[in-house]
C-alpha cells in the first residue's frame, strides 16, 4: 500500500511508502493521524494549507459484509474542527485495489473552472469537467460513467461546487447511482475549494490488497459472517431499514418534532418502517424496502423508495432525514420526505443539516409546519443560489445566526441527527463532547440498557460508545456490523486483522483504535482552539422541558469534562 499525493495546482501526483506511525491506522483514524501531522490547525477551511483526505478503512478491500467504507476527511468548514465522514458504496473498495493508503489531495487550483481526477494503475491525470460543472450528481454521474466505464467515482454537486458549508461527497453504490454520501461537517466544500468535480478511481488491472495469512482470515470471515447473518438485528434492519427507528424514538419521546420542540409526532406512523415496507411492497416497481449499498453485504439495510408510478424517487430513505426532514419539519407524507431527500443527495447537501437548517427556518416564519411544497420551494433557493439559498446550504448554525434564532439544534456548528438529546441523555454526552461535533455515529447510545432520562451514567455510557464508533470507523466498518462482531467469538476483530497484515494485535484491539483515534482528534481540536465550553449542548435544551416527557439536558457540565478521562 502507498500513500497517493495529489497537488491540484501542480496537477501532479506522488506515490510514497506509507509512514511508520500511519501503518496501523486506516479509516477515521488515519484522517486524524494527517491532520495532525500535516493539516495547520488554524488554517482556512477552505484555503490552500486544508487537504482532502480519502483513507479507507483497515478491512476495507475484501469484501466482508459491511466493512468496505471510505472515510473522508479535512479540517471542517462547519465545525472549524476535526471532521471525518464516511459513506459505504465502492469508492473504499477501488482505492484499496489500486494500492492507495490514504489519497491527499492538496493546495487550491491555478485558475477558476472545475477538474475530474482520473486515478488508475498507471498514475493520475486531469481532465476537464466543463461538461459537468453546475450539474446535480444524478445527471453527472451517468454522463461520467459513459465516458469513463465501469468505474468508482467521488463527485459533488452544487452545493460543494458553490462551497457550502452543509455539503457533502457523493460515492456510487453497486448499480453506480451516485446515492452514498459522505454527509457531515462540509467536506464537499473542501472538494470544490480544489476545484473537483469529482474523482474517477478506475481499478482495471488491479488487485486486491493481499492476505497474510488467507486460510485464517478465512476462517475468521466465516466466523463474523455466521454471527452476523443469525443476529436477529440483522433481519429487523433487513425488513425495515434504519427506519425502524422512528417507532422506538417515537416510544421513547426522543423524535425530533417542529424544531426539536417535543419528541413525539402525531404522523409517526406514516413516517414509520413498518409503513414504509408495508407501502414500498405495495408499490412493487422499482421499490424495494431491502437493499445493499455496497457489493457483499449481508445486512441490506437500504432501500429503494418508488412511487406511485413505480419509478424510483430515491435512494436511501434513511432514519436520519426522515426525522430531520419529516418529524422535524411537521410532514408526516413520506413520498414528500422522499423528494426533498432527492433534491439534497442532487444538490450534494447533508441532509441532516439541511433539515436541521429548514426547521430553524420554520421556526422563524419562512415555512409553516408541514408545509412540503413550501420546503421543497426553500431547497430549490439553494440550487438557485440565492441570498437565501446560500444562508439554508450552510446549514442549521448558520440559519440560526442569519434569522436571530436561539433554538437551534447543533453542537461544534454541526446539526443534530434524529435523536433528542434531552430523551436520549448519553447520545446528548457524545453530541455535545465528540471532537466531531452533533455525529450520532460517533456514539449512539438509544440501546443501551439505561433509563435514558436519567443524567447519572450517561457519561460512561456515552465513552464506551465513542470508543467502539471510533475504532469501527477506523476499521472501515458500518455501525451495524457490531451486532456481529459481538456476537462472533471474542478476538474476531483481533484475527481478522492478524491474518490480514501479520501483525499481532490483542483481543481489545477495537477499544484500542477506539482511544487513540479520539486521542488525535482532541488534540487537532485543542491546537485549533476548542476548550470544554465547545463541548456543551445549546443552553436552551438545559432549561427547557421537552414533551412529552418534560427532560432537560441535566448531565452535570463536570461530568461532559470527564468523558475523555480514563
Known amino acids: 500500500m502507498q500513500i497517493w499525493r495529489v ?17 496501523r491506522l486506516g479509516g477515521r483514524g488515519l484522517v486524524a493521524r494527517i491532520l495532525l501531522d500535516e493539516i495547520p490547525p488554524a488554517c482556512d477551511p477552505l484555503g490552500p494549507e486544508n487537504k482532502l483526505l480519502f483513507t479507507p478503512g483497515l478491512l476495507v478491500g475484501h469484501m466482508l ?3 468496505d467504507r471510505l472515510s473522508v476527511g479535512g479540517k471542517s468548514p462547519l465545525t472549524g474542527g476535526v471532521k471525518e465522514a464516511n459513506a459505504g458504496g465502492t469508492t473504499g473498495l477501488q482505492l484499496t485495489a489500486l494500492g492507495i493508503k490514504a489519497l491527499i489531495v492538496e493546495d487550491l487550483p491555478a485558475a477558476p473552472g472545475f477538474w475530474v481526477l482520473h486515478l488508475g494503475v498507471d498514475g493520475a491525470r486531469f481532465d476537464r469537467a466543463d461538461e459537468y460543472a453546475g450539474l446535480g450528481v444524478y445527471e453527472a454521474a451517468p454522463k461520467m460513467l459513459e465516458r469513463y466505464g465501469k468505474v468508482a467515482i467521488a463527485l459533488i454537486g452544487p452545493g460543494g461546487e458553490l462551497q457550502m458549508k452543509s455539503a457533502g461527497i457523493q460515492n456510487l453504490d453497486k448499480e453506480q447511482a451516485p ?15 480544489k476545484g473537483l468535480k469529482a474523482v474517477v478511481i478506475d481499478a482495471s488491472g ?15 470471515q466465516k466466523a463474523f459472517n455466521k454471527a452476523l447473518l443469525e443476529h436477529p438485528q440483522t433481519h429487523t434492519y433487513r425488513d425495515y431499514g434504519t427506519a425502524a427507528m422512528v417507532q422506538m424514538c ?39 424496502p431491502t437493499h445493499a ?26 432514519y436520519e432525514t426522515i426525522g430531520l426532514m419529516g418529524s422535524n419539519l411537521g410532514i408526516g407524507e413520506l413520498d ?23 426547521g430553524v427556518a420554520a421556526e422563524a416564519g419562512q415555512m409553516d409546519w408541514g408545509d412540503g411544497q413550501r420546503a421543497l420551494e426553500l431547497i430549490d433557493e439553494i440550487r438557485r443560489a440565492t441570498p437565501l439559498g446560500r444562508v439554508l446550504g ?61 443524567p447519572k451514567g450517561q457519561v460512561e455510557v456515552s465513552r464506551a460508545a465513542q470508543f467502539n464508533m471510533a475504532g469501527y470507523d477506523t476499521l472501515g466498518a458500518c455501525i451495524f456490523t457490531g451486532f456481529g462482531f459481538t456476537a462472533a467469538p471474542p478476538g474476531t476483530i483481533a484475527r481478522l486483522l492478524n491474518t490480514r497484515y501479520g501483525w499481532d494485535l490483542p483481543d481489545e484491539v477495537l477499544q484500542l483504535l477506539g482511544k487513540e483515534t479520539l486521542k488525535l482528534e482532541r488534540e487537532y481540536n485543542r491546537l485549533a482552539g476548542f476548550t470544554s465550553k465547545d463541548d456543551r449542548l445549546p443552553a436552551y435544551m438545559t432549561r427547557e422541558p421537552l414533551p412529552p416527557t418534560n427532560a432537560i439536558f441535566d448531565v452535570p457540565g463536570e461530568e461532559l469534562d470527564k468523558v475523555f478521562e480514563w
Request: proline share 6%.
Open 293 to 318: 449499498c455496497m457489493p457483499g453485504c449481508a445486512i441490506r439495510c437500504s432501500n429503494i423508495f418508488g412511487g406511485e408510478d413505480g419509478k424510483a424517487i430515491v435512494s436511501p430513505l434513511e
Open 7 to 23: 497537488n491540484v495546482k501542480k496537477q501532479t501526483l506522488s506515490r510514497e511508502p506509507v509512514p511508520a506511525s500511519w501503518e
Open 250 to 288: 417515537q416510544a421513547l419521546g426522543s423524535l425530533p418534532t417542529r424544531n426539536f420542540s417535543a419528541g413525539q409526532f402525531e404522523q409517526a406512523e406514516t413516517l414509520s418502517g413498518e409503513f414504509m415496507r408495508d407501502l414500498l411492497l405495495k408499490r412493487g416497481g422499482a421499490s424495494n
Open 336 to 358: 414528500t420526505v422522499a423528494r426533498m431527500c432527492w433534491q439534497a443527495n442532487d444538490l450534494g447537501l447533508d441532509s441532516i443539516d439541511l433539515g436541521a437548517a429548514l
Open 394 to 454: 450552510d446549514g442549521a448554525a448558520a440559519t440560526g445566526r442569519h434569522f436571530g434564532i436561539e433554538r437551534v439544534p447543533v453542537t461544534k456548528g454541526q446539526a443534530m441527527a434524529s435523536y433528542e438529546p434531552r430523551a436520549i441523555k448519553g447520545t446528548g454526552v457524545t453530541y455535545a463532547t465528540s471532537p466531531q461535533g452533533a455525529d450520532h455515529t460517533c456514539g449512539l447510545t438509544i440501546r443501551a440498557k439505561v433509563n435514558h432520562l436519567d
Open 179 to 193: 446515492s452514498r454520501i459522505a454527509a457531515r461537517g462540509g467536506l464537499g466544500a473542501v472538494m470544490g475549494s
Open 65 to 67: 459484509s459491511s466493512c
Open 206 to 220: 488491479g488487485q486486491r490488497p493481499p492476505l497474510a495469512q488467507p486460510e485464517a482470515y478465512r476462517e475468521a
